[in-house]
């Protein structure tokens, strides 16, 4: 089953949930270029191959919506690499890719500033930043959780002469 390609002519529609759709059995490619995403759930759709997952959000951070979108929920999927496209998507501020398998992921640079950030039960073994330092933005972040992965040592992305004032930040269970 999938959706239908005209899904992608919903101009005024900003938020979509494709939420534990075992049915559907692949991602729907249609919705990356729908126009006006502001907020998005991808979760609990395990049935989506990891290569399948992974070029559906790479042609969402490359298309229309990459700037609109602010919320993104894509968990308890079957991701193993987050694409170094989400660069593109500026106003991402909460991202949530807890309990999926992503063991691979590129530093997102200090423009993708998150409120909320959720890696939780991954497969990470480090979080890697740019050539400036960054992982991503900090300014403005409430909550920056990694529990449950495989980091070795606690990644030096917090720096003390920043202004950032962060309320959560959980390594718990690496």
């Known amino acids: 089953e999938s959706l239908p390609e005209e899904i992608s002519e919903l101009v005024s529609c900003t938020d979509l949930e494709i939420y534990n759709c075992p049915n559907l059995t692949k991602f729907p490619m249609a919705i990356a ?10 979760s609990n759709n395990k049935q989506w191959s990891a290569e ?4 559906g959000l790479d042609a969402l951070a490359n298309g229309p919506s990459k700037e609109m979108v602010q919320i993104l929920y894509a968990r308890q999927n079957s991701l193993e690499e987050l694409p170094a496209s989400f660069r593109n998507m500026l106003r991402l501020t909460m991202l949530d890719l807890a309990y999926n398998k992503i063991s691979r992921i590129s530093p997102l640079g200090k423009d993708i500033i998150f409120e909320q950030l959720y890696l939780d039960n991954n497969q990470l073994e480090s979080l890697p930043v740019d050539a400036e330092g960054y992982f991503c ?6 909550t920056f959780s990694v529990k449950n992965n495989k980091l070795k040592k606690v990644p030096n992305i917090f720096s003390s002469t920043s202004n950032s004032r962060i309320k959560n930040v959980d390594f718990t269970g690496n």
């Open 33 to 42: 270029q729908m126009p006006s995403l502001v907020a998005l759930n991808l």
């Open 137 to 142: 933005g900090y300014n403005g972040m409430e």
């Open 52 to 55: 399948d997952l992974y070029a």
